[in-house]
C-alpha cells in the first residue's frame, strides 16, 4: 500500500481530496493511506517519521512557499531512494509558475480548482 502526504492548511480541501481518493476506481489510490499536513514544519516533521511515496504540495502554506520543501527534497533532505514524487498544487496557472515548481524538483503540477478525475488521473500516474 502507497502513503501520500497531503500538504494543504485548508481544512476544506483536506477532507475534499481525501474523499475523491478514497472513492477512485483505481485500486492503488482508493487504498492509499493518506497523511496531511498543515505547514512546511509539519510536512517535514512527517517525511523524518513516516515513509511516503507521493507529496501532494500546496504552495501558499502558513509558514512559507511550498516550492522551499520541494527544493530541500531535491537537495537531499532525505536519505537516497526515500525522495517521493511530489506534485504542486497550487490555484496559480501562469507558466512562469510551472516552471517554477518543476525547477524546484517537483515531479508534475496540478492546477486548483481541478477535476476529481484530474486529482485521481495524477496521483495513480505517480503512484505507478
Do not use: W
Amino acid at each position: 500500500m502507497s502513503t501520500i502526504l497531503l500538504v494543504e492548511d485548508e481544512e476544506l480541501n483536506r477532507t475534499l481530496v481525501k474523499a475523491v481518493l478514497s472513492r477512485a476506481a483505481d485500486e492503488a489510490v482508493r487504498t492509499a493511506s493518506v497523511l496531511d499536513a498543515t505547514t512546511l514544519a509539519a510536512a517535514r516533521d512527517r517525511l523524518r517519521t513516516d515513509q511516503v511515496d507521493l507529496i501532494l504540495l500546496d504552495m501558499n502554506l502558513p509558514d512559507g512557499n511550498g516550492l522551499n520543501l520541494a527544493r530541500e527534497l531535491a537537495a537531499g533532505l532525505l536519505p537516497a531512494g526515500k525522495r517521493p514524487a511530489v506534485v504542486a498544487v497550487t490555484a496559480s496557472v501562469l507558466p512562469q509558475e510551472r516552471a517554477a515548481a518543476i525547477e524546484a524538483g517537483c515531479d508534475d503540477f496540478l492546477d486548483k480548482p481541478y477535476a476529481a478525475a484530474d486529482l485521481v488521473a495524477t496521483v495513480a500516474r505517480h503512484l505507478g
